[in-house]
């Protein structure tokens, strides 16, 4: 089983930074694909980016592309997402996944790719 436990969400102002963080434990990590999702309120959950597991390969949503950047540190099992210029659109809880093993690029973007979830860590973009 993979626990995943994200971290660094809070509230800033409009056109401010974050950075969260996805540790995942029991799990060999370097091998698995891992994405973050994001769930606004009354609104369905959406893909916001992904990362392979070997060569790094990634891919943004449109809104985001620019704006935010994936990395992933594979000696700590933790993926990072740095948030920039944001936008009280960006407001949402964000959600940490795990795929069984690396998925294609093509796949990324959907939810069904990811087998583990973390509990989520809310960002609020407000001034």
């Known amino acids: 089983q993979v626990q995943l436990v994200e971290s660094g969400g809070g509230l800033v102002q409009p056109g401010g930074s974050l950075r969260l963080s996805c540790v995942a434990s029991?799990?060999?990590?370097?091998?698995?694909?891992m994405a973050w999702f994001r769930q606004a309120p009354g609104k369905v959950r959406e893909f916001v980016t992904a990362?392979?597991?070997?060569?790094?390969?990634?891919v943004y949503a449109n809104a985001v592309k620019g704006r935010f950047t994936i990395s992933r540190d594979n000696a700590k099992s933790t993926v990072y997402l740095k948030m920039s210029n944001l936008k009280p659109d960006d407001t949402a809880g964000y959600y940490c996944?795990?795929?069984?093993?690396?998925?294609?690029?093509?796949?990324?973007?959907?939810?069904?790719?990811?087998?583990?979830w973390g509990q989520g860590t809310q960002v609020t973009v407000s001034s």
């Open positions: 029991g799990t060999t990590f370097s091998s698995r694909s």
């Open positions: 996944a795990a795929a069984r093993g690396q998925v294609i690029l093509s796949a990324s973007r959907s939810e069904n790719s990811y087998d583990f």
């Open positions: 990362i392979r597991s070997s060569v790094g390969d990634t």
